[in-house]
Each structure stands twice: as C-alpha cells, then as structure tokens.
C-alpha cells in the first residue's frame, strides 16, 4: 500500500473543526473525552465549544485576534482550542511550563491579546501582563467542569492543585464563562485557504522559538492523510484512542482529530504522563489505540509494575517525535504482540510521512508520504536529487504549507529553498528512499558527527549504546578536533539499579557493534539528559557545553 498521491479526491477547504462537527452529528451520545474518570459525549464536548465560543466574542476576541492556551492536557485545552477557532480567532498553544521569560517572548511576538491558563501559572501572567499585548485573561483549574462531588473529594484529599488568581478588571474564570453564555455563537465567514488555524512555536535558530502560522486546509491535510492511512483499520464510533502527550504540540492536535475526534470514538486524554496511571487508563478502558514519543514507550517497559496491568486491549500503537530506537521497537512488540509504527512530521509541515497500516512496519522504515506532501531528497549543498537508496536532505512541499514563519523573514529565507518551480521546506533531516518509496531516517544535519572525512550518524551510535542492558538513555555529539574534525562523545544514563559498568565497558559493547570509526572515544556518565519540553533529546546543548569547555582549556594553556 502506498498512500502517497493516490485515492479519491478530499475535501480540504473547510474548518479544522468540521470533522468533529460531522462526528457530533452521526454519534452525538458517544463519549468523545474522558478525563479524570469524567465522561463528555460528543454533543456535552460541542456545547461547551460553543458557550466558551459565544463568552470570547462577547468579551471582544474578534476575527484574526490570538488567544494564547497557556494549560495542560484537559478538556479545556480543546474547547478553547475549537471556540477560538469557531468566531475566526488564532490559537497559540504553548507548553504550559514555560517560564515568565519565554511566556513574554511568545506573547508579544504572536500578538496574542487573551491567553488561557491554569490558576497554578497564573503568577507568571500576572508578572509578564503590563509587559505584553495581552488585554485579558482567562483562568482555568483543572476540575472546573467535572461534577461537584468529583471537586470535593479531590479538594478534600488535597488532590487538585489551586493557585492564587486576582479578583481583576480583565480577568475571568472559565467556568463563569461557560455558564453565563449560551451556545450561540456568530456566524464568523472564514477561508480555510488563507484563515489561520493556529501558530505553534518551536525551536529558532537564534535563540529564539519560531512562529509557525498554518492554515485550517494545512491542518487538514494532514489530518486527512492520517484518515485515509488507517481507513479500514480504525473503527469509527468504535475504537478507544488514549493521548498522553502534550496537546500544545501538533502530533497531538493531527491525532486526536484523525483516530479520535473526527471519528466518533472515546479519547482517553491523560493530564501529565504518569507511567501507572497511563497504564492503569489502557486496562480500565480497554484502550485499542496508543500514540506516542520513544520516551513513553520506553518509560512504560522500565516500569517495574507493568506486569501487573492488561494490555491486550491494544490493536495499533505509533509512534513520533524522535528516533524509535530498534530496542524499543522490538521490545514493545514482545511484551504487546503489536508491532510499533511510526509518523515523521514536523512543527511546519505537520504529519508528513506514516507507516502502512495494511502490513507489518519495516524495522527502522518510516513509511510514505501522505497524499498532499511532496518530498524530494537532495544534497544539501547543491539541492540536486541523490540516488535510490543513499542519504541526502529531505525537502517537503504542500500546496497548503505555511507561507513562513511569523515576523521572522530571515529564518524563513534559510529553511525554505526554490527548485522546480516550487517553494520547499528544508527539513535538515537526512533520509533514504528505497525502491518502493518508503522512507528511512538516517540523521539529524546538525547531528552529523564529521570524524577523519566520515560523516557518522550520531543516532547510529546512541541506538548501539541504548541496545546495553545497563543503558536507559545516550547522546552523542562531536567534540572539535583540528586533527580529525570530531572526536566522538557519548553522555549516558544507566539504570538506578546498575553496578559496575564504565566506560571501557560500553566501548568494547560499542565496538562489537560498529564500524571503529563510529566507536565513541569518550564516555561521560550523568544521571539526565537535555530535554526540550515535548521531550526530543537536545544534542545542541551537549555540543554547546563542549564548545565552551574547550575555550575555557584554551584560555587557560594560553
């Protein structure tokens, strides 16, 4: 099955939201959410999207204004989500542990003038608010919508978190918002082809995140892509689909619509991933489908209590975000009997490519392109097309993909590259193709560790180290060397219960393994890694801390 380019046409030009609403209309008594062991049908999930809808409006959120979603996974986080989409409004999710810092940066440069947060958070919006755009503020607590009894049980046992929220012109509490509106929301006229569906921030090249604007027909392209992947293998109205990873990224947003919302079935929507109760939910609910990031795979078959919970619920598992590691891989299939797939995508082009669903994956495949991306896999100094089968930058192109990032044009210059007439996105990604068309991730371009003329993919030599049975996590990065380049360096965090295994350990393991040139000449132990907030290992940051060691032992020989 290859799903790139083919199968009947898709409507694309219409509202993220539509497929939710089509949803509502054919399995309006479903249960569409559960959170905290709450139920919301489709048509209880619909009403409070519209009341919520009707209460910005009316507050002054207008065409075009951003709304700021400033909270965790819960069903507020999606009824914001869909209202401020719903009167032509932007919403600009992100993660809720950001710092008043980073909080002020994202506000001012998306321009956003409401922002929805957790009362837990709300002292940093109180601290950045004179410095911002923002104009208002609506405050969340994580059980506003749940039954009463539901609150005082958790605020009698000291299970719901609160924070101080003021009493101020300009602030305003979800559930008053909620209860005062109806659900009659304006008929706000929107163009799916040019209308903003959100903008999501991620990593900057200067230091400073990005801006991704993407329109609703973008979105739902790739929501579509997913669709018609799984078509015929995802019940609709049937399947259980259990989302823990955060929704202010877009792999959340893309299949909570395409296994869930769009498809009448019951999303199990967990608000931190905590490892019992993940597996506690798919037991409980019998869950049939899991998306994921390496990580959570990982944490879950480190669990020392999972033998204890019944997993055969499960029917499809996938997998995004990062490298799957073969170990990983091959670990989930023995314990699950289900083999993992994987989805590649990015913050600006959004779900790209995917595995088949109608066969088992290829071990380290990713899988297609969707139906509305075009890929090309070039050099990267010369944009021309490499071989069948050799590694070379992977290049994206969409008749919906963003226009650029936003207020940033030089950014947008260095990421976006013209060939054949049409605009592409440079992922910095190195892929191969094979004969049939399926795509395999060989490295990150920055993460190319260039020793003696080799250039050595630094996943490579993490996935040889992460296969040792003492071995829970691995970075490697290269150390400048003006003899050689690069010298390899590997981080590594062994498991808490491990004794005995150095460094000269894991280089021998490693040597058994790989070619001598991708062996390691350095192994530095600690007890974490670097980590971004959706999870994604920050190589950059251990290279960064190389480079100014080195300056400072240079300094100091003279």
């Known amino acids: 099955m290859r799903f790139g380019g083919i199968g009947r046409a898709r409507k694309m030009d219409e509202l993220v939201s539509a497929r939710f609403e089509r949803a509502c209309e054919r399995w309006p008594e479903n249960p569409a959410l559960i959170y905290l062991g709450e139920s919301f049908s489709y048509n209880e999930l619909k009403e409070l999207i519209e009341r919520f809808a009707t209460g910005l409006y009316d507050l002054g959120v207008k065409d075009d204004a951003r709304v700021m979603l400033y909270i965790p996974n819960c069903p507020q986080f999606l009824i ?26 994202m506000i001012n440069d998306s321009g956003a003038d409401t922002i929805v947060c957790q009362d837990t958070n709300f002292g940093y919006v109180r601290e950045v608010f004179p410095k911002t755009s923002l104009k208002r503020v ?37 559930k008053g918002l909620i209860r005062r509106y109806p659900p009659q929301p304006p008929k706000v006229e929107i163009n799916p082809r040019e209308h903003l569906a959100y903008i ?33 293998y995802v019940r609709e109205g049937e399947d259980r689909l259990i989302i823990v990873n955060p929704l202010f990224h877009v792999m959340s947003q893309q299949a909570i619509m395409a296994l869930g919302l769009a498809r009448g079935n019951l999303t199990l929507l967990m608000p931190v991933p905590q490892i019992d109760a993940v597996l506690e939910g798919v037991q409980r609910y019998k869950i049939t489908l899991f998306v994921g990031v390496p990580m959570l795979y990982r944490m879950i078959l480190e ?12 029917r499809y598992c996938t997998c995004g975000g990062d490298v799957l590691p073969l170990e990983v891989f091959n670990r989930w299939r023995e314990l699950c009997g289900v083999p993992m797939r994987q989805d590649y995508g990015s913050t600006e082009q959004g779900l790209t490519i995917l595995s088949p669903w109608d066969r088992d994956p290829v071990p380290g495949a990713l899988g297609f392109s969707i139906p509305s991306k075009e890929l090309k896999i070039v050099y990267p100094d010369t944009i021309e097309p490499v071989p069948l089968d050799r590694p070379g930058e992977l290049l994206v192109t969409s008749d919906f993909q ?27 990604d190195y892929v191969r193709m094979d004969e049939e068309g399926q795509i395999y991730y060989v490295d990150r371009s920055a993460d190319v560790i260039k020793f003696k003329g080799y250039r050595i993919s630094a996943s490579e030599i993490e996935a040889a180290l992460q296969d040792h ?15 050689v380049g690069e010298r390899i360096k590997a981080i590594v965090v062994l498991k808490e219960d491990v004794r005995g295994v150095g460094s000269s350990d894991l ?27 959706v999870g994604k290992l920050l190589r950059r940051e251990i290279r960064e801390e190389e480079r100014r060691r080195l300056a400072k032992e240079k300094e100091a020989t003279g």
């Not at 869909?82 to 940066?105: C, K, N």
């Not at 990593?203 to 929501?223: D, E, L, Q, R, Y």
């Not at 071995?471 to 150390?479: N, P, S, Y």
């Not at 062996?519 to 907030?533: A, W």
């Open 402 to 428: 963003m226009k650029g990032y936003w207020n940033k044009p030089e950014e947008t210059a260095a990421c976006f590259v013209e060939t054949d007439g049409k605009k592409w996105y440079r992922t910095q």
């Open 469 to 483: 049975p003492a071995v829970i996590g691995a970075c490697t990065v290269g150390v400048p060397d003006p003899k």
């Open 303 to 314: 669990n020392d209590r999972l033998g204890l919970y019944d997993l055969s619920s499960l």
């Open 200 to 232: 999501l921030y991620t990593g900057g090249t200067t230091g400073f995140p990005k801006g991704v604007p993407n329109t609703h027909a973008a979105m739902v392209s790739a929501i579509d892509g997913y669709h018609r992947a799984t078509e015929g």
């Open 138 to 174: 609506i405050v969340v607590n994580l059980v506003d919508i749940l039954p009463w009894w539901k609150k005082a049980i958790g605020t009698l046992f000291d299970k719901v978190p609160h924070g101080t929220v003021d009493q101020d012109k300009g602030i305003y509490p979800f």
């Open 507 to 533: 280089i021998r393991w490693c040597r058994d393994r790989l070619a001598p040139y991708k062996v390691p000449q350095y192994i530095e132990f600690r007890d974490m890694l670097p980590k971004s907030k």
């Open 80 to 105: 914001a989500y869909f209202a401020a989409q719903r009167i032509g409004a932007i919403p600009v999710p992100v993660s809720p542990i950001y710092t008043p810092h980073e909080l002020a940066y």
